[in-house]
T-cell receptor, first 116, second 112 residues
Framework: DADVTQTPRNRITKTGKRIMLECSQT?????MYWYRQDPGLGLRLIYY???????NKGEISDGYSVSRQAQAKFSLSLESAIPNQTALYFC???????????????FGPGTRLTVL | GQSLEQPSEVTAVEGAIVQINCTYQ??????LSWYQQHDGGAPTFLSY????GLEETGRFSSFLSRSDSYGYLLLQELQMKDSASYFC?????????????FGGGTRVLVKP
């Protein structure tokens, strides 16, 4: 079984709809992240959480919200979806790291979201 | 803030050597990471450099010069399966959120 899972894997929705993307992990990591990937723009951080009571905005948090329901679960919501939120969304996890500040991230398979 | 620059695309033939450069600006610096992503797949971790010098892992090596804010990923004995996008990423310090920032990625195309 995969260590980091995302649901759904694909989703088509309409402008103005609320949508939730879910992420679960079995790695026992404290840190979880949501990224967005657009062609040519790499991975951009939306929100991140270093433990259940810690939520932080990333570089592109406008239009998104998150919930850390448990150590293993981190969900991303689009309150009112718009077409420019069409993208590939990745969830990732990491441990605190031990080697000179290393923070290896483990990514889920991604959710392809299309907003019409 | 943080910014990273890497070439957008590199093409090479099987068996060749490719070097992907990455320059960065960051308010705090812990280390430089590299990730590989095949089309339709998730990024996967390749290497990490916290100190100056070369780290070798099989056919792939990664180099860091902290004084030059520069690093590179070296892909040797290229194989068709190495066709993928490669991202450099820096981890900044606590004052900047202690998070990873990724470059835009370099698409490597390996030809027969």
């Amino acid at each position: 079984d995969a260590d980091v899972t995302q649901t759904p894997r694909n989703r088509i929705t309409k402008t103005g709809k609320r949508i939730m993307l879910e992420c679960s992990q079995t790695k026992g990591h404290d840190r979880m992240y949501w990224y967005r990937q657009d062609p040519g723009l790499g991975l951009r951080l939306i929100y991140y959480s270093f433990d259940v009571k810690d939520i932080n905005k990333g570089e592109i948090s406008d239009g998104y919200s998150v919930s850390r329901q448990a150590q293993a679960k981190f969900s991303l919501s689009l309150e009112s979806a718009i077409p420019n939120q069409t993208a590939l969304y990745f969830c990732a996890t990491s441990d605190r790291g031990s080697r000179q500040g290393q923070d290896t991230q483990y990514f889920g398979p991604g959710t392809r979201l299309t907003v019409l | 803030g943080q910014s990273l620059e890497q070439p957008s695309e590199v093409t090479a033939v099987e068996g060749a050597i490719v070097q992907i450069n990455c320059t960065y600006q960051t308010s705090g610096f812990y280390g430089l990471s590299w990730y590989q992503q095949h089309d339709g797949g998730a990024p996967t971790f390749l290497s990490y450099n916290a100190l100056d010098g070369l780290e070798e892992t099989g056919r792939f090596s990664s180099f860091l010069s902290r004084s030059d804010s520069y690093g590179y990923l070296l892909l040797q004995e290229l194989q068709m399966k190495d066709s993928a996008s490669y991202f450099c990423a820096v981890r900044d310090g606590k004052a900047a959120g202690n998070k990873l920032t990724f470059g835009g990625g370099t698409r490597v195309l390996v030809k027969p």
